[in-house]
């Protein structure tokens, strides 16, 4: 089992272009959960998705930020647009159901020049 | 205060000392839960202690959770340089909400040789 896979572990885009970043789950883990980290910070929630249903994204932005998680491939966190301030590490974290616990990925890390 | 604070905000011992890092919470819990991070990389799941334990250890760690007043401590005995990381606590609301963990802003803990 590979573990909570996310791709690329580094992302540097320009202001104004889009970032795409892929989070596949565990094995078996139907529930994903994309976090925040600004740098010397702790991780905020953003959004916590289902197989093809956002079931919480209280933790989003309103405008840019979109997530998804299809019936097939990876669940993607997207941002348009991209401004200084978002450069951050963006975690992702799977769990097979809602009593169980979480395991997280290596993290991609953005960087808006 | 924010759900989920650390305290202290930094540490700093010699090796084979104790640490002792503070957790303090605002809502009811289902869990609560310790990460480890050290710089620039993922988090390290540490231990998880349900709402109905006081005490649990693992290795060289305990953690303690009192729900009267909120708050939960992790022990680090004999400590090595190579625990010299962030350490995060993060509180688990599921069953009570939608799951999401809400991380506290973290100890930065430094080990001297």
């Known amino acids: 089992n590979a573990g909570v896979m996310q791709n690329p572990r580094h992302l540097v885009r320009r202001r104004g272009q889009e970032a795409r970043l892929r989070c596949s789950p565990m094995?078996?883990?139907?529930?994903v959960y994309w976090y925040r980290q600004l740098p010397e910070e702790g991780l905020k929630f953003m959004v916590y998705l289902q197989k093809e249903n956002i079931i919480d994204e209280s933790g989003m932005p309103k405008e840019r930020f979109s997530a998804e998680f299809p019936k097939e491939g990876p669940s993607i966190l997207r941002i348009q647009q991209v401004v200084r301030g978002d450069s951050a590490a963006y975690f992702c974290a799977s769990s097979p159901g809602e009593y169980y616990g979480y395991t997280f990925g290596s993290g991609t890390r953005l960087t808006v020049v | 205060s924010q759900q989920g604070e650390e305290d202290p905000q930094a540490l700093s011992i010699q090796e084979g000392e104790n640490a002792t890092m503070n957790c303090s919470y605002k809502?009811?819990?289902?869990?609560l839960q310790w990460y480890r991070q050290n710089s620039g990389r993922g988090l390290v799941h540490l231990i998880l202690?349900?709402?109905?334990?006081r005490e649990k250890h693992s290795g060289r760690l305990r953690v303690t959770l009192d729900t009267s007043k909120k708050s939960s401590s992790l022990l680090i005995t004999a400590s090595r340089a190579a625990d010299t990381a962030s350490y995060f606590c993060a509180t688990d609301t599921r069953g009570t909400s939608y799951g999401k963990l809400t991380f506290g802003q973290g100890t930065i803990l430094t080990v001297h040789p």
């Open positions: 809502t009811s819990i289902n869990n």
């Open positions: 094995k078996g883990h139907s529930h």
């Open positions: 202690i349900r709402s109905n334990e």
